[in-house]
């Protein structure tokens, strides 16, 4: 059966998992902010060898593609990458929004929405919305969070379920409104399904040239000239 390695990096949560067809077989998660360059080698190794395998032994190396975190996404790219290039393995990326909202759909009761988010800066959220077949909507943007933003879609006693790092802050602003909070958040788990269907469709990255999906740029301040 095909054996996949899956590196999820967007967020603070940084997690490694290792599939056997459509099944999870070894999974290492830690939530250190910050801390994805000093752990995720040590968490593939430990990966591997949970399950007696060998790295040559993949078929392929997926990868949570973003939106997120700049920094962790660069993070996770340059290790699949590395894998990728040295094991002469291809590599897969996932939309991190699409796997959450596909997770949280098979967490719980049916909705007529899945709203993925991701945390971003203040009451901001990189944001996808999929219909009940998870059909794109609206499609990796980033948007402010306000009462009036899930409107257009909640009419005619319509449920919308919203997950990810960016769902806590969102819950908070829809008081009364059919909007439920999944505890969904990322993790190497979600790429499974989504990565073996990649797989079996030959929809790769090219390892050359791919690039996160960072939706903005990254928020880099310039030092100011300093007085003699």
Request: proline fraction near 3%; hydrophobic fraction near 40%; charged fraction near 20%.
């Amino acid at each position: 059966m095909l054996k996949i390695l899956h590196l999820e990096t967007a967020t603070d949560i940084c997690s490694v998992g290792l599939s056997e067809g459509d099944q999870l077989i070894s999974i290492q998660e830690t939530d250190e902010i910050r801390d994805h360059t000093r752990v995720i080698t040590l968490m593939i190794e430990q990966v591997m060898e949970q399950t007696g395998y060998s790295l040559s032994e993949l078929d392929a190396v997926s990868l949570s593609e973003g939106p997120g975190s700049y920094t962790s996404l660069r993070v996770g790219m340059s290790a699949a990458k590395a894998l990728c290039f040295g094991l002469d393995k291809p590599l897969i990326t996932v939309n991190t929004l699409y796997a959450l909202a596909g997770a949280a759909k098979e967490s719980g009761d049916d909705f007529d929405y899945y709203c993925s988010m991701i945390d971003a800066r203040r009451m901001e959220v990189y944001l996808s919305l999929y219909d009940a077949g998870l059909g794109v909507m609206v499609d990796n943007e980033a948007v402010i969070l306000t009462e009036t933003l899930f409107d257009p879609y909640l009419e005619s006693k319509k449920r919308i379920l919203i997950c990810g790092s960016g769902s806590a802050k969102a819950e908070a602003v829809f008081p009364g409104k059919a909007v439920h909070r999944s505890l969904v958040v990322c993790s190497a788990k979600h790429l499974v399904k989504p990565a073996l269907y990649n797989y079996e469709n030959g929809l790769f990255a090219d390892i050359a040239y791919f690039s996160p999906n960072y939706i903005k740029s990254p928020n880099i301040t310039k030092a100011k000239n300093k007085l003699l």
